[in-house]
Protein backbone atom coordinates (compact mmCIF):
# COMPACT_ATOMS: atom_id res chain seq x y z
CA UNK A 1 0.00 0.00 0.00
CA UNK A 2 1.31 3.26 -1.11
CA UNK A 3 -0.16 5.32 1.40
CA UNK A 4 -2.21 7.50 -1.98
CA UNK A 5 -5.76 6.82 -1.91
CA UNK A 6 -7.39 7.69 -5.38
CA UNK A 7 -10.99 7.99 -5.89
CA UNK A 8 -13.36 5.71 -7.02
CA UNK A 9 -11.72 2.82 -8.59
CA UNK A 10 -13.99 2.66 -11.41
CA UNK A 11 -15.39 5.02 -13.45
CA UNK A 12 -18.20 4.57 -16.49
CA UNK A 13 -19.66 7.89 -18.06
CA UNK A 14 -21.20 8.71 -21.14
CA UNK A 15 -19.91 11.57 -23.75
CA UNK A 16 -20.28 15.04 -23.14
CA UNK A 17 -20.78 14.43 -19.30
CA UNK A 18 -18.00 15.61 -16.42
CA UNK A 19 -16.63 13.68 -13.77
CA UNK A 20 -14.21 14.21 -10.68
CA UNK A 21 -11.39 11.81 -9.91
CA UNK A 22 -10.10 12.50 -6.28
CA UNK A 23 -6.89 12.01 -4.60
CA UNK A 24 -5.61 11.59 -1.06
CA UNK A 25 -1.55 12.25 -1.10
CA UNK A 26 0.56 10.36 1.27
CA UNK A 27 0.62 12.20 4.90
CA UNK A 28 3.47 14.48 4.66
CA UNK A 29 3.33 14.70 1.08
CA UNK A 30 2.84 18.30 -0.50
CA UNK A 31 3.08 17.60 -4.02
CA UNK A 32 0.36 15.71 -5.73
CA UNK A 33 0.57 14.53 -9.85
CA UNK A 34 -1.76 13.33 -12.24
CA UNK A 35 -1.01 11.19 -14.82
CA UNK A 36 -2.56 9.22 -17.76
CA UNK A 37 -2.01 6.15 -19.25
CA UNK A 38 -3.70 4.83 -22.23
CA UNK A 39 -2.37 1.65 -24.55
CA UNK A 40 -1.67 4.33 -27.68
CA UNK A 41 -0.28 7.37 -25.53
CA UNK A 42 1.11 5.34 -22.43
CA UNK A 43 1.58 7.34 -19.48
CA UNK A 44 1.24 11.22 -20.11
CA UNK A 45 1.99 13.36 -17.36
CA UNK A 46 -0.91 15.92 -16.86
CA UNK A 47 -0.15 18.03 -13.93
CA UNK A 48 1.31 18.65 -10.73
CA UNK A 49 0.71 20.80 -7.86
CA UNK A 50 3.06 21.90 -4.95
CA UNK A 51 1.27 23.26 -1.94
CA UNK A 52 -1.32 24.01 -3.36
CA UNK A 53 -0.16 25.42 -6.37
CA UNK A 54 0.49 24.66 -9.22
CA UNK A 55 3.70 23.39 -10.36
CA UNK A 56 4.48 22.45 -13.85
CA UNK A 57 1.83 21.33 -16.59
CA UNK A 58 1.97 18.37 -19.21
CA UNK A 59 -0.17 17.69 -21.73
CA UNK A 60 -3.27 18.25 -20.14
CA UNK A 61 -6.28 19.04 -22.30
CA UNK A 62 -8.17 22.63 -22.15
CA UNK A 63 -11.75 20.52 -21.00
CA UNK A 64 -9.62 18.97 -18.10
CA UNK A 65 -8.73 21.32 -14.79
CA UNK A 66 -7.27 20.26 -11.27
CA UNK A 67 -6.76 22.02 -8.26
CA UNK A 68 -5.27 20.73 -4.89
CA UNK A 69 -7.07 22.14 -1.64
CA UNK A 70 -5.64 23.17 1.90
CA UNK A 71 -5.58 20.18 2.88
CA UNK A 72 -3.47 18.36 0.10
CA UNK A 73 -6.01 16.01 -1.30
CA UNK A 74 -6.42 16.94 -5.22
CA UNK A 75 -9.57 16.63 -8.02
CA UNK A 76 -9.19 16.04 -11.13
CA UNK A 77 -12.01 17.52 -13.18
CA UNK A 78 -12.47 15.90 -16.89
CA UNK A 79 -15.33 17.87 -18.85
CA UNK A 80 -17.04 17.00 -22.52
CA UNK A 81 -16.00 13.57 -21.96
CA UNK A 82 -14.94 11.86 -25.43
CA UNK A 83 -14.94 7.80 -26.07
CA UNK A 84 -10.65 9.31 -26.19
CA UNK A 85 -10.62 9.69 -22.73
CA UNK A 86 -11.42 6.16 -21.19
CA UNK A 87 -7.95 5.78 -19.49
CA UNK A 88 -6.30 4.88 -16.21
CA UNK A 89 -6.05 7.84 -14.15
CA UNK A 90 -3.49 7.79 -11.80
CA UNK A 91 -2.42 9.94 -9.32
CA UNK A 92 0.87 9.97 -7.29
CA UNK A 93 2.26 12.26 -4.43
CA UNK A 94 5.83 12.85 -3.30
CA UNK A 95 7.82 15.05 0.18
CA UNK A 96 8.67 17.52 -2.16
CA UNK A 97 9.11 19.28 -5.55
CA UNK A 98 10.66 16.32 -7.59
CA UNK A 99 11.20 13.26 -5.55
CA UNK A 100 9.87 9.57 -5.39
CA UNK A 101 6.53 9.50 -6.49
CA UNK A 102 4.63 7.00 -4.92
CA UNK A 103 1.07 6.15 -6.80
CA UNK A 104 -2.08 5.14 -5.94
CA UNK A 105 -3.99 2.37 -7.56
CA UNK A 106 -5.79 4.79 -10.02
CA UNK A 107 -8.97 4.90 -11.50
CA UNK A 108 -10.11 3.33 -14.75
CA UNK A 109 -12.41 5.95 -16.70
CA UNK A 110 -14.53 4.73 -19.39
CA UNK A 111 -16.19 6.75 -21.64
CA UNK A 112 -19.09 4.99 -23.20
CA UNK B 1 12.47 19.43 -24.86
CA UNK B 2 12.58 16.15 -23.11
CA UNK B 3 12.44 12.78 -24.24
CA UNK B 4 12.83 9.29 -23.05
CA UNK B 5 13.17 6.38 -25.05
CA UNK B 6 13.32 2.89 -23.81
CA UNK B 7 13.48 1.10 -27.30
CA UNK B 8 12.91 -2.66 -26.08
CA UNK B 9 9.26 -2.83 -26.34
CA UNK B 10 9.31 -6.33 -24.84
CA UNK B 11 11.51 -9.10 -23.46
CA UNK B 12 11.15 -12.31 -22.74
CA UNK B 13 13.74 -14.51 -20.16
CA UNK B 14 14.05 -17.50 -18.61
CA UNK B 15 14.30 -17.66 -14.93
CA UNK B 16 17.10 -16.75 -13.20
CA UNK B 17 18.49 -15.01 -16.63
CA UNK B 18 20.18 -11.89 -16.33
CA UNK B 19 18.33 -9.29 -18.37
CA UNK B 20 19.40 -5.36 -19.01
CA UNK B 21 16.53 -2.96 -19.64
CA UNK B 22 17.80 0.13 -21.84
CA UNK B 23 16.86 4.15 -20.87
CA UNK B 24 17.95 6.88 -22.87
CA UNK B 25 17.39 10.52 -22.14
CA UNK B 26 17.26 13.43 -23.30
CA UNK B 27 17.23 17.28 -22.10
CA UNK B 28 18.72 20.48 -22.24
CA UNK B 29 18.54 20.73 -18.19
CA UNK B 30 22.03 20.66 -16.24
CA UNK B 31 19.78 19.08 -13.60
CA UNK B 32 17.17 16.43 -13.74
CA UNK B 33 16.41 13.23 -11.65
CA UNK B 34 15.79 9.85 -13.32
CA UNK B 35 13.81 7.04 -12.16
CA UNK B 36 12.49 3.26 -12.76
CA UNK B 37 9.20 2.18 -11.91
CA UNK B 38 7.80 -0.91 -12.03
CA UNK B 39 3.86 -2.16 -13.12
CA UNK B 40 3.15 -5.37 -11.71
CA UNK B 41 -0.40 -7.16 -13.78
CA UNK B 42 -2.09 -6.14 -11.30
CA UNK B 43 -1.58 -2.12 -12.55
CA UNK B 44 -0.31 -0.35 -9.94
CA UNK B 45 3.21 1.73 -10.19
CA UNK B 46 6.27 1.09 -7.54
CA UNK B 47 8.72 3.18 -7.54
CA UNK B 48 12.02 1.63 -7.49
CA UNK B 49 15.11 3.83 -7.68
CA UNK B 50 16.01 7.67 -7.88
CA UNK B 51 19.29 9.29 -9.44
CA UNK B 52 19.94 12.82 -9.57
CA UNK B 53 21.94 14.05 -13.02
CA UNK B 54 24.93 14.76 -9.52
CA UNK B 55 25.57 11.73 -8.90
CA UNK B 56 26.85 9.01 -11.34
CA UNK B 57 27.62 6.62 -9.10
CA UNK B 58 25.85 3.44 -9.96
CA UNK B 59 23.96 1.71 -7.39
CA UNK B 60 22.90 -2.44 -6.62
CA UNK B 61 19.85 -3.26 -4.61
CA UNK B 62 19.86 -6.99 -4.24
CA UNK B 63 19.15 -8.21 -7.24
CA UNK B 64 18.86 -4.92 -9.09
CA UNK B 65 21.22 -2.53 -10.25
CA UNK B 66 21.17 0.43 -11.85
CA UNK B 67 24.18 1.81 -14.71
CA UNK B 68 23.66 5.64 -15.05
CA UNK B 69 26.29 7.20 -17.68
CA UNK B 70 25.82 10.99 -18.54
CA UNK B 71 28.42 10.45 -21.42
CA UNK B 72 25.56 8.45 -22.94
CA UNK B 73 22.63 9.89 -22.21
CA UNK B 74 21.82 5.89 -20.43
CA UNK B 75 19.99 4.82 -17.18
CA UNK B 76 20.36 1.41 -17.56
CA UNK B 77 18.37 -1.33 -15.44
CA UNK B 78 19.72 -4.87 -14.69
CA UNK B 79 17.99 -7.54 -13.00
CA UNK B 80 20.26 -10.45 -11.99
CA UNK B 81 18.83 -14.31 -11.85
CA UNK B 82 15.53 -13.20 -12.66
CA UNK B 83 12.52 -14.61 -11.31
CA UNK B 84 8.94 -15.31 -12.29
CA UNK B 85 7.58 -12.16 -10.05
CA UNK B 86 9.86 -9.82 -11.86
CA UNK B 87 7.64 -10.12 -14.72
CA UNK B 88 6.37 -6.75 -15.25
CA UNK B 89 6.20 -3.37 -16.90
CA UNK B 90 8.90 -1.13 -16.58
CA UNK B 91 9.25 2.63 -16.87
CA UNK B 92 11.87 4.89 -17.37
CA UNK B 93 11.18 8.70 -16.23
CA UNK B 94 13.15 11.71 -16.05
CA UNK B 95 12.01 14.96 -14.18
CA UNK B 96 13.98 17.59 -14.94
CA UNK B 97 14.77 20.24 -12.45
CA UNK B 98 12.75 23.36 -11.95
CA UNK B 99 9.24 24.11 -13.50
CA UNK B 100 9.26 20.97 -15.78
CA UNK B 101 7.28 17.68 -16.35
CA UNK B 102 7.62 14.48 -15.88
CA UNK B 103 8.35 12.31 -19.02
CA UNK B 104 8.46 8.60 -18.99
CA UNK B 105 8.89 6.12 -21.89
CA UNK B 106 7.20 4.16 -23.36
CA UNK B 107 7.82 0.97 -21.01
CA UNK B 108 9.38 -2.26 -21.54
CA UNK B 109 7.43 -5.31 -20.88
CA UNK B 110 9.27 -8.11 -19.37
CA UNK B 111 8.18 -11.97 -19.53
CA UNK B 112 9.82 -14.02 -16.83
CA UNK B 113 9.39 -17.85 -18.41
CA UNK B 114 9.41 -20.24 -15.35
Known amino acids: DSGVTQTPKHLITATGQRVTLRCSPR?????VYWYQQSLDQGLQFLIQ???????AKGNILERFSAQQFPDLHSELNLSSLELGDSALYFCASSEGVVAEAFFGQGTRLTVV | AQKVTQAQTEISVVEKEDVTLDCVYETRDTTYYLFWYKQPPSGELVFLIR??????QNEISGRYSWNFQKSTSSFNFTITASQVVDSAVYFC???????????FGIGTKLQVIP
Open chain 1, 27 to 31: SGDLS
Open chain 2, 93 to 103: ALHSGGYQKVT
Open chain 2, 51 to 56: RNSFDE
Open chain 1, 49 to 55: YYNGEER
